[in-house]
Every structure is written in structure tokens, then in C-alpha cells.
């Protein structure tokens, strides 16, 4: 019985974290630390990384620059 009720209760956050989602998004943005710790957290997969640095630092002909 508290098994099905734990599972009742992650459901319920769940649901609840999805209808605020851009509100949590927001508290957790803005303390500084814990945006240090997710940006970081999620700069060390390497694939989001070489995708970020790549679309930063492209040196296009859209700039001007040769």
C-alpha cells in the first residue's frame, strides 16, 4: 500500500513540476550558484559542448570577416 502510494505521490510532483515548469526554471536560474553548477554540469558533455563552442566561435562569411 505505501509502495502504491509513493508512486501516487511521484506522479503528483511530476505533473505538478511539468505545470510550473518555467517557473522552477526560473528559481533555479536565479541563484547564482545554481546556475553555475548547471551550466557547468551541463558543459561537461562533451557532444552539448563541441555543439556550443562550435555555433559561438564559427567563423563565417555572415560577419564579414575572411
Not at 505538478?16 to 547564482?32: E, T
Request: zero cysteines; glycine letters at 10%.
Amino acid at each position: 500500500m505505501s509502495r502504491l502510494f509513493s508512486i501516487f505521490m511521484i506522479g503528483l510532483g511530476g505533473y505538478f513540476a511539468y505545470q510550473n515548469r518555467y517557473r522552477l526554471i526560473n528559481v533555479l536560474f536565479g541563484n547564482a550558484f545554481l546556475r553555475r553548477f548547471l551550466v557547468s554540469s551541463v558543459m561537461s558533455f562533451p557532444g552539448v559542448r563541441d555543439r556550443m563552442m562550435s555555433s559561438v566561435f564559427s567563423s563565417g562569411a555572415s560577419e564579414g570577416r575572411q
